[in-house]
């Protein structure tokens, strides 16, 4: 009969559950659909954001790695163009030197420098723009190609648009060093409207106190050079829709993907919300940089209007606006997709889950009432043989110790056999030879006195068995120290005889160490490995059959190894021969207890370890698979 309390129990197996699982579904459920509503919206401005920060860094990047060219273009063709002017200025100086070297003994100094002036009136180069020019250190023109009637001047007190004294200011140069880099302001050829910035190179000719020069206008220069940048500018794109579009700061476009857009000025630029681009993007640009967003008048794919992000970056130096920008619609595009995914995949998480959470409670409810009949039925049938396993429990030991000592008397009277029936049938061949040789008179006293002799013998040695096996049985379970290497051949001699006749080999290779227990039951767990060795070798049709017992001390242990030939025991048994009645023998043959007591009392009574695996080894050149037992005593 259940009490109240185990009646209690079962209605909380029985109900608790249900409402534990019923609860927790509905909670999960309402928890994940708020969780999925909120990741949602979490992923839309994931997405957009990611979305626009990527293209943000994109197009930032873009324009970046335009204006870091125009100004590696910019800075480099300055340093190239100061280099030019230094070759050409000492290829006129060389010819100067040779001229003056060739006629100075020859012609006066009038008739040299007409031959230096003739030589040089006529270079041009960097497309015919760029000359040469002398001076004296007076002040006085020697040679001005483009303007031939100023030659003869005297241009000491002369100042460009800027008030600087050009040729005081070279001379002044000249007198620090022999060759100098100098800027000013000069009228254009055939333009005598405005004077132009111009970079140039002096270098004095010691011979005559003149200096030889060139130069070439700036504005010249970079118009050049912005024709080659905006030409690489023109062709660059990225991406699907990307592309960079220069205009100055006037607003007229410089570089576009639509090239009928080149050198329209369109400052004037609107979208429909009435928001000036072309001023908005010059705007941004001469303050630095920045990003700005409207409707695009035309996308390229599609030829329509679409909103648009640019980032634009001015480049003062040429009052140049350098733009790019990506169009927010893809953003649309992609956060519909989305949408999509996000709510079909919300709703199957959902649908499943409440069916999965139906499915539990149904089989929850059923499990609850059927547990609940069963332990009903069970409890008192446990609460009576519970008592009666203690019980059972409490005498396990006590008949497993009796049960392996009782098998290891069956395998000791078993030697005893073997050990007794030599020397028994040579006592029966003496006796009967005598009784005979004396029926027939013919037993002589030496003959008999020898034959008395092997007889005694033999009783001594079935004297010395019986002592042997008596010791092993010894019931007195004393702590003793003994040496362990006698007792190995202690348990190898009762065995011997046995062995022998099984054409079993035993190998020692053992050393004299000292220990302290219980040798008579170590004695016995040798003898139970053995005899385990003994049964599997006997099975296996080959010609060596061999156990191998090593024993060492190591540090503060002592190792004891015995191990066979015989193949190994099954991996999938292998962990179990240490359990009470486990035994692949035939119960005819063997109770399982063997391995058990050892273990027992490797560990119990030796305060060891044992332990067993399979393992491959070479003896005398030939390689054998076995089990090996493996002892560890302190």
Same mark, same amino acid.
């Given at each position: 009969?259940?009490?109240?309390?185990?009646?209690?129990?079962?209605?909380?197996?029985?109900? *608790? @559950?249900?409402?534990?699982?019923?609860?927790?579904?509905?909670l999960i459920t309402y928890l994940i659909f708020l969780d999925k509503n909120i990741q949602y919206k979490k992923d839309v401005d994931s997405l957009k954001s990611r979305f626009l920060e990527d293209n943000k860094n994109r197009i930032n990047l873009?324009?970046?790695?335009?204006?870091?060219?125009?100004?590696?273009?910019?800075?480099?063709?300055?340093?190239?163009?100061?280099?030019?002017?230094?070759?050409?200025?000492?290829?006129?100086?060389?010819?100067? *030197?040779?001229?003056?070297?060739?006629?100075?003994?020859?012609?006066?100094?009038?008739?040299?420098?007409?031959?230096?002036?003739?030589?040089?009136?006529n270079y041009r180069f960097n497309h015919n723009r760029g000359y040469f020019y002398i001076y004296e250190k007076s002040g006085?023109?020697?040679?001005? @190609?483009?303007?031939?009637?100023?030659?003869?001047?005297?241009?000491?007190?002369?100042?460009?648009?800027?008030?600087?004294?050009i040729i005081q200011d070279m001379v002044k140069l000249l007198k620090n060093n022999s060759e100098s880099f100098y800027e000013w302001y000069w009228y254009k050829p055939n333009d005598n409207t405005k004077q132009k910035r111009k970079l140039g190179i002096i270098k004095e000719f010691e011979a005559y106190d003149l200096f030889v020069g060139t130069g070439e206008y700036i504005e010249d220069f970079e118009n050049e050079l912005k024709e080659k940048v905006l030409s690489y500018i023109q062709d660059l794109k990225y991406s699907k829709n990307g592309y960079v579009f220069i205009l100055d700061f006037e607003g007229k476009y410089l570089a576009h993907v639509k090239k009928e857009y080149i050198g329209l000025n369109r400052i004037s630029l609107k979208d429909k919300n009435n928001f000036m681009i072309t001023k908005e993007i010059i705007k941004h640009a001469k303050n630095g940089s920045g990003f700005l967003k409207y409707i695009g008048t035309v996308k390229p794919n599609t030829n329509l209007p679409a909103e648009k992000t640019t980032y634009v970056k001015g480049f003062a130096p040429w009052e140049w606006a350098i733009a790019t920008g990506f169009y927010t619609e893809e953003l649309e595009e992609q956060l519909k997709k989305k949408e999509k995914e996000i709510e079909k995949n919300n709703a199957d998480d959902i649908f499943n889950f409440l069916l999965i959470s139906a499915i539990l409670i149904f089989i929850f409810i059923l499990l609850s009432f059927y547990i609940?009949?069963?332990?009903?039925?069970?409890?008192?049938?446990?609460?009576?043989?519970?008592?009666?396993? #203690?019980?059972?429990?409490?005498?396990?030991?006590? /008949?497993?110790?009796?049960?392996?000592k009782m098998a290891a008397m069956g395998e000791m009277l078993q030697n005893i056999a073997h050990q007794w029936r030599q020397p028994l049938n040579t006592i029966s061949t003496i006796s009967s030879g005598i009784k005979f040789k004396k029926e027939f008179g013919l037993l002589e006293d030496d003959e008999?006195?020898?034959?008395?002799?092997?007889?005694?013998?033999? /009783?001594?040695?079935?004297?010395?068995?019986?002592?042997?096996?008596?010791?092993?049985?010894? @019931?007195?379970?004393?702590?003793?120290?003994?040496?362990?290497?006698?007792?190995?051949?202690?348990?190898?001699?009762?065995?011997?005889?046995?062995?022998?006749?099984?054409?079993?080999?035993?190998?020692?290779?053992?050393?004299?160490?000292?220990i302290h227990g219980y040798e008579n039951e170590?004695?016995?767990?040798?003898?139970?490995?053995?005899?385990?060795?003994?049964?599997?070798?006997?099975?296996?049709?080959?010609?060596?059959?061999?156990? #191998?017992?090593?024993?060492y001390k190591k540090d503060n242990e002592i190792k004891l190894i015995i191990k066979d030939n015989a193949g190994g025991i099954k991996e999938n048994i292998l962990s179990r021969v240490f359990e009470p009645y486990f035994t692949t023998k035939h119960k005819s043959q063997g109770t399982g207890i063997g391995l058990y007591m050892s273990q027992e009392i490797i560990v119990k009574h030796m305060k060891g370890s044992i332990i067993v695996y399979n393992e491959e080894f070479s003896h005398n050149g030939i390689k054998y698979k076995g089990a090996t037992f493996e002892i560890t005593l302190h």
């Open positions: 009969m259940l009490s109240k309390n185990e009646k209690k129990i079962l209605k909380l197996i029985k109900y *608790t @559950p249900v409402l534990i699982v019923g609860f927790f579904s509905i873009e324009v970046n790695r335009v204006y870091n060219y125009i100004l590696h273009e910019k800075t480099n063709s300055e340093k190239r163009l100061k280099i030019l002017l230094k070759e050409k200025v000492n290829e006129a100086h060389k010819n100067m *030197t040779f001229i003056y070297e060739k006629y100075k003994d020859k012609e006066s100094k009038e008739q040299i420098i007409n031959r230096i002036k003739d030589s040089l009136r006085k023109n020697i040679l001005l @190609p483009t303007k031939k009637h100023l030659e003869g001047k005297d241009f000491w007190e002369y100042k460009d648009s800027k008030g600087s004294f609940s009949k069963i332990l009903e039925k069970q409890f008192l049938k446990y609460k009576k043989e519970v008592s009666s396993h #203690i019980e059972e429990n409490r005498k396990k030991d006590t /008949v497993l110790a009796q049960q392996s008999l006195i020898k034959s008395m002799d092997s007889v005694n013998g033999s /009783v001594m040695y079935l004297s010395q068995t019986i002592e042997d096996f008596r010791e092993f049985f010894n @019931p007195d379970k004393k702590i003793s120290t003994f040496d362990l290497k006698k007792t190995i051949n202690k348990a190898i001699k009762l065995l011997e005889i046995q062995f022998e006749n099984k054409n079993i080999l035993i190998i020692k290779n053992v050393e004299e160490v000292q170590l004695i016995q767990v040798i003898i139970n490995i053995c005899n385990n060795s003994r049964d599997e070798l006997i099975k296996k049709d080959q010609n060596e059959k061999i156990i #191998i017992i090593d024993m």
